[in-house]
């Protein structure tokens, strides 16, 4: 068992900065891949970025390409997520997820059914 713990959420005026913290208790994250989404109030919850086991590979949402940068740190047993040139639109829940899927495809990674443990989110909230 896996729990994932989000941090770092908050307040920022549009073109601002966040990072968000994932940390996990239960069990190394190193084997996992792990992964953002968000929901927005009334929308699906959506991929945002994937990291696979290594840190080798990541995969990001097109809309955040260029702004968000995916991270792990295996020996801290932490995921992070940096979000800078933040805009309205990225106004969410952000949540934190791991699966066992010890592949790279993106096909796979963006797919929110791979992932088996999930945090109980941080509020995102960007002004205009």
């Known amino acids: 068992q896996v729990q994932l713990i989000e941090s770092g959420g908050g307040f920022v005026q549009a073109g601002g900065s966040l990072r968000l913290s994932c940390a996990a208790s239960?069990?190394?994250?190193?084997?996992?891949?792990m992964a953002w989404f968000r929901q927005a109030p009334g929308k699906e919850r959506e991929f945002v970025a994937a990291?696979?086991?290594?840190?080798?590979?990541?995969y990001y949402k097109e809309s955040v390409k260029g702004r968000f940068t995916i991270s792990r740190d295996n020996a801290k047993n932490t995921v992070s997520l940096q979000m800078n040139s933040l805009k309205p639109e990225d106004t969410a829940v952000y949540y934190c997820?791991?699966?066992?899927?010890?592949?790279?495809?993106?096909?796979?990674?963006?797919?929110?059914?791979?992932?088996?443990?999930w945090g109980q989110g941080t509020q995102v909230t960007v002004s205009s």
């Open positions: 997820a791991a699966s066992y899927y010890s592949g790279t495809s993106y096909s796979t990674l963006k797919e929110r059914y791979q992932y088996t443990y």
């Open positions: 239960g069990r190394t994250l190193s084997s996992f891949a």
């Open positions: 990291i696979n086991w290594s840190g080798g590979t990541t």
